[in-house]
């Protein structure tokens, strides 16, 4: 067998399904006032707990608990060109679906006097599943390019995609589970500071198949099967501070990078022919996979416009992801890290019920040599709408949809050494996603 067919990349990445808002790998959206509003980092509210772990301190003594629930679903598609593909124009349409029907969160705070205690358990990355029914344009170009060129030499000629049958189908699933600890201490009237840490956990499966057979014949040219569980865990530390001085507040977050390093729990992994064992290294049973959470900071400025009635905060979000460790050193291809922009308004119609909207935009600092089939990036802006109602002094109910606008991503390899997925050939990718999330959760004062 040539060696343009032991070039096969499959399943080389980790996949990348981040299901919320956030960077590359965080979801920042935990509670549903980020949902409705979207600029929260200004907040002395329970979803401060997260947002503006500082603003903690200016809540009011006691108990506060809060539970949220979201509901996202994504679409991730790749358009690809590719000279051996048999449809129209040799363009060919991979669909995958994402979805995570359940992400819940919960908040819990204690505070007397200058001091509060707050605890936070959700969701923090990824947080869904992907399947790709119908494979990724990577398994199907590296496959045909492989047999052509194994078979190349036959008195009759090279065998064509039309004379034989590819199976393909890819899923992934990763969930980030983060429970968080922390004080916040009020210095001075106006002034506090937060010291704490989240404890990540990571847990996520990449399994999928790739067939090709004779038509017409039982004959197999190539057999590929994964079955990978991957289990890691990494440690948060995380600081902040808060500053109120009339209708003014002050607020920033940092969270230090997280190293974390995924180990493979391999159940199935068969490749036939044998040389195609080679590239399947980074899924042998206890391999270890760097995959680091970057540091963050996050700073926000909220201002009270109408005492009680309007309040606005605009903010901004910097994850250092050039320092953060990727499967393969991925982190070096990106131009810089994530910067995110953000801006909210809420108004309080009356004693019961508020309304609210936000905006957010996001830029990851992509390129074509970052981006892959399996962990794929576009830039893109979100918009959040939402209300809150205080049935009693107690409950308050909340509730918000947020929808996100992807650009999509063109990237184009030319024909040489290694061209397109490793197989001297051109071709194309665009990459297009969409992304919907509805939330509902309730905050309760004791």
């Not at 032991?6 to 980020?34: D, P």
């Not at 049958?165 to 106006?190: C, E, N």
């Amino acid at each position: 067998m040539k060696k343009k067919v032991l070039g096969l990349t499959v399943f080389a990445a980790l996949w990348s399904l981040n299901m919320l808002a956030g960077g590359l790998l965080h979801n920042t959206n935990q509670h549903i006032a980020f949902v409705r509003m979207m600029a929260r980092g200004a907040s002395n509210e329970i979803d401060a707990v997260y947002s503006n772990p500082a603003g903690t301190a200016f809540m009011d003594d006691g108990w506060q608990l809060s539970l949220n629930i979201q509901s996202a679903f994504q679409t991730r598609n790749v358009t690809t060109t590719f000279p051996l593909f048999t449809e129209e124009n040799h363009t060919r349409q991979f669909k995958g679906n994402a979805a995570a029907p359940v992400l819940p969160s919960l908040y819990a705070t204690y505070k007397k006097d200058r001091w509060t205690l707050s605890g936070f358990f959700g969701v923090t990355g990824g947080g869904g599943k992907c399947s790709f029914d119908h494979g990724l344009p990577m398994f199907d170009a590296a496959v045909m390019s492989g047999i052509y060129a194994k078979t190349a030499a036959l008195p009759t000629g090279p065998l064509m995609p039309t004379a034989y049958d590819i199976s393909t189908a890819m899923k992934g699933r990763q969930y980030v589970f983060g429970g968080q600890f922390g004080a916040a201490f009020r210095i001075l009237p106006g002034l506090s500071a937060f010291a704490g840490m989240r404890m990540n956990y990571f847990n996520g499966n990449q399994s999928g198949y790739i067939t090709a057979k004779l038509k017409g014949a039982e004959q197999t040219l190539a057999n590929i099967v994964l079955d990978c569980d991957q289990t890691g865990w990494g440690i948060t530390p995380i600081l902040g501070v808060n500053y109120k001085w009339r209708a003014l507040t002050l607020a920033a977050k940092y969270e230090f990078k997280t190293n974390l390093n995924i180990e493979n729990d391999t159940k199935t992994l068969t490749a036939e022919p044998a040389e195609f064992r080679s590239a399947l290294a980074d899924f042998e049973d206890g391999v270890n996979t760097p995959s680091d959470l970057p540091s963050v900071l996050y700073v926000a400025a909220g201002y009270e416009f109408i005492p009680h009635k309007l309040r606005g905060t605009v903010e901004f979000h910097w994850y250092d992801d050039k320092h953060a460790e990727m499967a393969g050193d991925k982190q070096k291809a990106l131009r810089h890290g994530t910067y995110e922009v953000l801006a909210g308004l809420e108004w309080d119609i009356n004693k019961m019920f508020t309304v609210s909207a936000g905006f957010q935009n996001t830029d990851y600092g992509l390129t074509d040599a970052y981006q892959s089939h399996t962990s794929f990036a576009c830039d893109s802006y979100s918009i959040g709408l939402g209300a809150a109602a205080n049935i009693t002094s107690h409950i308050k109910v909340n509730i918000g949809y947020f929808w996100t606008n992807y650009k999509d991503y063109n990237k184009t390899v030319a024909a040489g050494t290694p061209g397109y997925c490793g197989t001297t050939l051109a071709g194309s990718d665009t990459f297009s996603r969409t992304n919907k999330v509805f939330g509902m959760g309730i905050d309760y004062k004791f």
